[in-house]
């Protein structure tokens, strides 16, 4: 439906009473073909995808609060593709051309702006090893610049660029990176895949999973009853750990607070996102102006939301090293998320040695920009229960195995 202005003044005066929702808000049925466990942006794009791809509507997807309540609310709305191991980078990239459609898919203004993502190097051993990575981009077709410090100064002529302690050298450019609306996306998947004919059920926290006399899953426990279903797909983010062991399945993931802040709008001041490994930050600036500062995980285990101070005095020191033109603006907010870190720091997105249980787990600091690739491949796994080709390498057998996908380096300021 289009409103005009005045409609559009009238509904705001009216706290939007007459808004049609944009998706159902289901009350759960007696059974599903699929439920998904979590109603963030990789649970809402994999029932998206199983609709749409595979055919296959019958499907729940149970969220315990509200749609982007969790860590889909809580992050830095980086999208990138800029990894060099053969098992992440063909998914990266697979995830990133899907961004690049997004917004025409789902008809929904998703506010992707691939602005470029600039990842700075400090010292030499550092610009060989992003000269390592971006040979590895440029062989599966991705774009990648190695910029040296004048070519950096030209882009961002405000960074402090003779830093004492980590003076700029140069840095490794993805122009197609940049940053995308994290609600936005949350909502044009729920509003897609609710028309599809999927239900969205909200305030429905799981609280066991059955598993009939062969040891499949048969049905999900929620506080909302009982829901039927031969195949369960969990997607929880930080608490990945605590629903898998529902079903006697313990999983290799340990969960930390993982913060970020955001600044008072100024004027658009630089044109890109700007990453240092080595100073511990990166910092981008939004369609309104506001500053958004990631910062690194808390360095203990927990399931709190709210962080640690020194992690963002650390991260402000940091920023303001690089941006000394940022010193006197005035933080205005910070929050924190529960992120799953596996012991590669690669995910886990795959089905479970449980019949009928499938994982999506373990991006640790990377999941928003996994989004659209992630419930892509993860429908397909479902659906076919087995692998995509793209997925295929991120088994929860491979801890078993050795066959580790070990690019902690390339998966964010945090790792």
Same mark, same amino acid.
């Given at each position: 439906?289009r409103?005009?202005?005045?409609q559009?003044?009238?509904?705001?005066?009216?706290?939007h009473?007459?808004?049609?929702?944009?998706?159902?808000?289901?009350?759960?049925?007696?059974? %599903?073909d699929?439920?998904?466990?979590?109603?963030?942006?990789?649970?809402?794009?994999?029932?998206?995808y199983?609709?749409?791809?595979?055919?296959?509507?019958?499907?729940?997807?149970?969220?315990?609060?509200?749609?982007?309540?969790?860590?889909a609310?809580?992050?830095?709305?980086?999208?990138?593709?800029?990894?060099?191991?053969?098992?992440?980078? $063909?998914? %990266?990239?697979?995830?990133m051309?899907?961004?690049?459609?997004?917004?025409?898919?789902?008809?929904?203004?998703?506010?992707?702006s691939?602005?470029?993502v600039?990842?700075?190097?400090?010292?030499?051993?550092?610009?060989?090893?992003?000269?390592?990575?971006?040979?590895?981009?440029?062989?599966?077709?991705?774009?990648a610049?190695?910029?040296?410090?004048?070519?950096v100064?030209?882009?961002? $002529?405000?960074?402090?660029?003779?830093n004492?302690?980590?003076?700029?050298?140069?840095?490794?450019?993805?122009?197609?990176?940049g940053?995308?609306?994290?609600?936005a996306?949350?909502?044009?998947?729920?509003?897609?895949?609710?028309?599809?004919g999927?239900?969205?059920?909200?305030?429905?926290?799981?609280?066991?999973?059955?598993?009939d006399?062969?040891?499949?899953?048969?049905?999900?426990?929620?506080t909302?009853?009982?829901?039927?279903?031969?195949?369960?797909?969990?997607?929880?983010?930080g608490?990945?750990?605590?629903?898998?062991?529902?079903?006697?399945?313990r999983?290799?993931?340990?969960s930390?607070?993982?913060?970020?802040?955001?600044?008072?709008?100024?004027?658009p001041?630089?044109p890109?996102?700007?990453?240092?490994?080595?100073?511990?930050a990166?910092?981008?600036?939004?369609?309104?102006?506001?500053?958004?500062?990631?910062a690194?995980?808390?360095?203990?285990?927990?399931?709190?939301?709210?962080?640690?101070?020194?992690?963002?005095?650390?991260?402000?020191?940091a920023?303001?090293?690089?941006f $000394?033109?940022?010193r006197?603006?005035?933080?205005?907010?910070?929050?924190?998320?529960?992120v799953?870190?596996?012991?590669?720091?690669?995910?886990?997105?795959?089905?479970?040695?449980?019949?009928?249980?499938?994982?999506?787990?373990?991006?640790?600091?990377?999941?928003?920009?996994?989004? $659209?690739?992630?419930?892509?491949v993860?429908?397909?796994?479902?659906?076919k229960?087995?692998?995509?080709?793209?997925?295929?390498?991120?088994?929860?057998?491979?801890?078993r195995?050795?066959?580790?996908i070990?690019?902690?380096a390339?998966?964010?300021?945090a790792?």
């Open positions: 439906m409103y005009s202005i005045l559009l003044a009238s509904q705001a005066l009216q706290r009473r007459g808004w049609a929702p944009a998706w159902n808000n289901a009350a759960p049925r007696d059974g %599903y699929i439920v998904i466990v979590g109603g963030g942006g990789h649970g809402l794009a994999a029932a998206y199983l609709a749409k791809v595979h055919g296959i509507t019958n499907v729940a997807l149970v969220e315990r609060a509200w749609i982007g309540g969790g860590n609310g809580r992050n830095t709305t980086i999208i990138r593709s800029n990894y060099g191991l053969p098992g992440n980078e $063909p998914f %990266y990239e697979w995830s051309k899907l961004w690049e459609g997004l917004e025409q898919d789902l008809n929904y203004n998703a506010m992707v691939q602005r470029g600039l990842n700075l190097y400090h010292s030499d051993a550092q610009r060989d090893a992003y000269a390592r990575r971006g040979n590895a981009m440029r062989m599966h077709g991705v774009d610049d190695l910029l040296n410090a004048d070519a100064r030209k882009m961002a $002529p405000f960074l402090d660029f003779d004492a302690r980590f003076p700029i050298e140069g840095g490794l450019l993805q122009e197609r990176g940053t995308a609306r994290h609600d996306v949350n909502w044009g998947y729920a509003r897609a895949a609710s028309a599809l999927v239900d969205i059920i909200q305030n429905c926290e799981v609280t066991a999973i059955r598993r006399a062969t040891g499949r899953v048969e049905a999900v426990e929620t909302r009853g009982e829901i039927k279903t031969k195949k369960i797909g969990i997607v929880a983010a608490h990945t750990s605590v629903v898998a062991g529902m079903a006697g399945l999983m290799p993931l340990e930390y607070p993982l913060q970020a802040l955001v600044s008072e709008p100024l004027k001041a630089f890109t996102v700007v990453m240092s490994n080595t100073i511990h990166y910092i981008s600036q939004s369609d309104k102006g506001d500053l958004v500062i990631g690194g995980t808390d360095q203990y285990v927990s399931y709190s939301q709210n962080g640690g101070l020194y992690i963002n005095n650390h991260t402000l020191e920023i303001c090293e690089l $000394p033109m940022f006197r603006v005035r933080m205005l907010r910070n929050w924190g998320g529960i799953d870190t596996t012991p590669d720091r690669s995910p886990i997105l795959a089905k479970t040695p449980v019949p009928g249980l499938y994982v999506n787990c373990g991006w640790g600091t990377g999941g928003f920009k996994a989004t $659209p690739g992630s419930g892509h993860f429908a397909h796994t479902i659906a229960d087995e692998p995509h080709p793209i997925n295929a390498a991120f088994t929860l057998e491979r801890y195995d050795g066959r580790l070990d690019e902690a390339a998966a964010a300021v790792h």
